[in-house]
């Protein structure tokens, strides 16, 4: 009886520590949670901003006091404690990840998220592959480099592999994507943007796909359509692949009742939009920016209504901008750089834009005035309507949007006074080029917040109010031509935030008392076109950001500026048209002026010969870069700004809109420079524009100027340079103009290439030049002078020399030729230093052409 009892008292205790050891999770295992003190114990962390509450140190509390299933980040199984989730994602960790970590020991992981770390440009190592139970594989944006393993393709269990990059860090050796969309058979999202796939796009995608996102990745050849098709697809990006041709289907999509993002900003898509389109019933975004679309809107797309977010910019689609009231439920409209026509009325009977947050109708043909009152729009951030024929006022309710951040109505014709300002969210205001008239408003000189301000091209008046500093945001200040007058505010130059200061083309007079605080923003200065006076200011030395610093067209007084070279981003330097005086002296510092790319010093009193070790100095010169690849401008720092440049280029005062860094120009034209033409220009051979025209130079053309082989504008005239053309600028196949003339050139102008398509214009007043476009004959066809002009002895010899003549020469023709020239030689080379090498050459040539004539009589 007692055993009996015994017996089912040892069952039920049993039976007890069962239930009860099922119900509490067991404790990570000692090698799990060392392996996982071992990954940790390999980085560091960076510091902690609260500021940005998604990024924390989740493994800063690790240690053995606890269970390592209880550490930030970390989920173990529920049965075994075998760790199977690792989220340490925006943990700052910092530090090299090794091929052999201890992480690859946590064989059970089922998902990890390391994204938004930085692994200091480890390579991915091919031990991922092994953690064959990942169904989740997150490593983006953690500073990974070089080769996407193949062994990821092992990985069969994924459903969710995303390894974006930064511009093509990480990239896929050939084939390795295609056999990673062939093994991975159960994705549900891959996102590989910015990863250097450099490919086709192969035809089979996993049927679960859900999410693709190839976004900049250099894809290339013809989408299959069937990616089209693939029936659970509710996100789609392809975008900023160029080379990648996009054909939509014509039909009905398999995936248009699950669709709900497309993205293919920047793809080949050229044509019009199907009207397949309108059976995606669920889109929420569709974003084809930028992909050659033309044509109008077909009909069916006005079906979708349930789109949010439409972008359609940079085609060349067209029709009525009303019809785009249709969709009811838009909070992101952008239209701009179409075709489309017509008048804003819609606007005001559209009410049922109460979302909407940005509105983008630039570059396009839109007419007539906006209308006086809409009701609605109290969600409005962002209103975008520059650069169409827009007429009228500018009614008030714009200016009391609740919500307004950006005004952009640029490019115009607005007329009227600026109204007042009524908004307290406007950090961005864009009106330049309008028949806007009046002083500024004082109440936007009172929007603390602005960051952007441009107002140029506009009839303003009066004088710049000095509460423009109480702007201490503003970073873009752009007064230009509005016809201000008084003197620029001392202020401007202590507001810290400011990166654009444009004043140019005004009536501003005075000196430039401005002090330019230490530890300023300061990129572009553009004080052109005004009436200033005094010395450049010396506290310009602060502005160790400056790109541009344009003082041209004004009545400054001083030497040259030579400080101004020390500092380090200058690029473009504008002098032109002041009173700037004295010579530039040689400097024997290194480094002077070394990204300068273009040095306008013309219309000026410098003087003394040409700062042969400031050339020197010219490091960004030195380099050329062709035209084929992307196009980059000095100073493009802000959209929607663009610094401006008035230069003088092939025999033309132009003003350049933006500036490329291409754009290399030196321009010293119209000073009293004196000497020789430096060789070293030769080295520069980034050059595009040398402007050396109006001075007193002095010598020959130096030969070394044939190494500018992209140069397309060469002006020496009104000099006193001498001698021939150098032979060797035929090279120069780039030369569009050249302009030699007024000058004491001599002898044959080079035959071939860009030379025979310069007119008589380029050579005029040097009446010692011979040969094509000019009537003087130079030689036959075979190229070889027939004439040349005779050679006037150097007066210092005195009237006792004798005078040599041709038949003199020709005593040695014959059996007699080398005595001849010999005798000639030692006579000469004693009493005619000075211009015998130059007879020389031309002896030579009557020389060789009397012997050819000589050889064919006979």
């Known amino acids: 009886m007692v055993i009996g009892k ?34 940790n114990h390999t980085f560091t962390i ?22 390592c299933c209880s550490w930030d980040g970390v989920l173990c ?57 990942l169904t989740h594989l997150d490593l983006s944006h953690s500073n990974f480099t070089g080769p996407i393993p193949a062994e990821i393709s092992r990985l069969s269990k994924l459903h969710v592999l995303s390894i974006k990059s930064h511009s093509y860090e990480l990239r896929f050796e050939p084939h390795n994507f295609e056999l990673l969309l062939k093994n991975l058979t159960q994705l549900r999202e891959l996102d590989l943007s910015f990863a250097n796939i450099s490919s086709t796009i192969p035809l089979n995608f996993s049927s679960y796909l859900t999410t693709l996102d190839l976004l900049n990745t250099q894809l290339y050849g013809i989408l299959p359509e069937g990616v089209f098709h693939l029936s659970n697809l509710e996100s789609l990006d392809l975008s900023e692949n160029p080379q990648l041709t996009v054909r939509f289907p014509t039909t009905k999509w398999n995936s248009s009742a699950s669709l709900m993002e497309l993205y293919l900003r920047s793809v080949n898509a050229t044509g019009r939009i199907p ?13 084809i920016a930028s992909c050659n679309l033309s044509g109008s809107i077909p009909k069916p797309l006005w079906n979708l209504t349930n789109i949010e977010d439409l972008d359609l910019d940079d085609n060349h689609l067209e029709g009525p901008i009303s019809d785009f009231f249709r969709f009811g439920k838009l909070w992101w409209l952008s239209l701009g750089n179409n075709n489309f026509d017509g008048q804003l009325e819609f606007l005001s009977f559209n009410r049922s834009w109460t979302q909407l947050g940005k509105l983008d109708f630039s570059s396009n043909f839109l007419t007539g005035p906006i209308p006086s009152n809409v009701s609605g729009m109290q969600n409005l951030y962002s209103l975008i309507l520059s650069s169409n024929h827009l007429n009228g006022t500018i009614p008030s309710w714009i ?83 509005t016809n201000l007058e008084g003197t620029i505010p001392l202020c401007l130059g202590e507001m810290s935030e400011l990166m654009i200061l444009d004043l140019s083309n005004n009536s ?54 030579k400080w101004l070279g020390a500092l380090p981003e200058l690029q473009i330097l504008n002098l032109r048209s002041n009173k700037f005086y004295g010579p530039i002296k040689d400097s024997r510092t290194d480094n002077l002026f070394a990204q300068i790319r273009v040095i306008d010093l013309s219309s000026n009193g410098f003087s003394g010969d040409l700062p042969e070790r400031l050339f020197e100095n010219f490091e960004a010169m030195k380099i050329t870069s062709d035209n084929s690849g992307t196009r980059e401008y000095v100073a493009d720092i802000y959209e929607n700004f663009y610094t401006s440049l008035i230069v003088t280029t092939k025999g033309l005062e132009l003003e350049l809109p933006r500036v490329l860094t291409t754009d290399i120009i030196i321009d010293l034209s119209r000073n009293r420079f004196e000497g020789h033409i430096p060789s070293i220009i030769g080295d520069l051979i980034g050059l595009r524009t040398l402007n050396l025209s109006h001075n007193v130079l002095e010598g020959d053309i130096p030969a070394s100027l044939h190494q500018l082989y992209v140069l397309e504008s060469l002006d020496l005239s009104s000099n006193k340079i001498s001698g021939e053309i150098p032979q060797q600028l035929a090279l120069l196949t780039s030369l569009e103009v050249l302009n030699l003339s007024h000058n004491h ?29 000019l009537s003087k004959d130079c030689g036959g066809d075979d190229g070889v002078p027939q004439t040349t002009t005779p050679v006037e002895l150097d007066e210092e010899g005195g009237g006792d020399s004798p005078m040599i003549s041709w038949q003199a020469v020709l005593m040695g023709y014959g059996c007699g030729l080398v005595i001849g020239l010999s005798i000639i030689y030692i006579m000469l080379s004693t009493q005619y230093p000075t211009w015998f090498s130059r007879m020389d050459v031309e002896l030579e040539h009557k020389i060789l052409t009397r012997m050819k004539r000589h050889k064919k009589r006979h």
Not at 77 to 82: F, I, L
Not at 433 to 456: A, E, F, I, M, T
Request: aromatic content about 10%; charged content about 20%; some cysteine.
């Open 6 to 39: 015994l017996a089912l008292f040892l069952l039920y205790a049993f039976l007890c520590q069962l239930v009860f050891s099922s119900s509490l999770p067991h404790l990570c295992p000692n090698d799990q949670a060392l392996a996982l003190l071992q990954f």
């Open 46 to 67: 960076n510091g902690f901003d609260a500021s940005y509450r998604s990024y924390y140190p989740k493994t800063v509390k690790w240690n053995r006091s606890t269970d």
């Open 77 to 133: 199984d529920e049965m075994t404690g075998q760790v199977i989730e690792l989220d340490l994602s925006s943990s700052q960790l910092r530090g090299k990840f090794h091929s052999n970590s201890s992480l690859f020991k946590l064989s059970n992981l089922k998902r990890l998220d390391l994204s938004d770390n930085d692994f200091f440009e480890s390579l991915i190592p091919p031990k991922f592959g092994e953690l064959s139970s």
């Open 275 to 287: 009207e397949s389109f309108g059976y995606l019933t669920s889109l929420r975004t569709l974003r």
């Open 399 to 481: 200016f009391s949007l609740p919500s307004l951040a950006g005004l952009h109505l640029n490019d115009n014709h607005f007329s009227g006074n600026i109204q007042e300002f009524k908004s307290k969210t406007l950090t961005r205001v864009s009106l330049k080029q309008n028949q806007l008239q009046g002083p500024s408003p004082k109440s936007l000189l009172n929007q603390r917040d602005l960051h952007y301000l441009v107002l140029s091209h506009n009839n303003l008046s009066g004088e710049i109010a000095s509460t423009i500093c109480n702007l201490k945001t503003l970073q873009v200040l752009d007064l230009g031509s």
């Open 508 to 561: 501003l007079s005075g000196t430039i008392n401005t002090t330019f605080s230490i530890g300023n923003e300061l990129v572009v200065i553009k004080f052109d076109g005004n009436k200033l006076e005094g010395k450049v200011p010396q506290s310009l030395i602060n502005c160790r950001y400056l790109e541009v610093l344009d003082l041209g067209t004004n009545k400054l007084s001083d030497i040259f500026p």
């Open 745 to 773: 050139h001599v002898g044959c102008i080079p035959k071939g290439k860009q030379f025979d398509t310069f007119e008589n214009s380029s050579y005029q007043g040097n009446d010692g030049l011979r040969g094509f476009p």
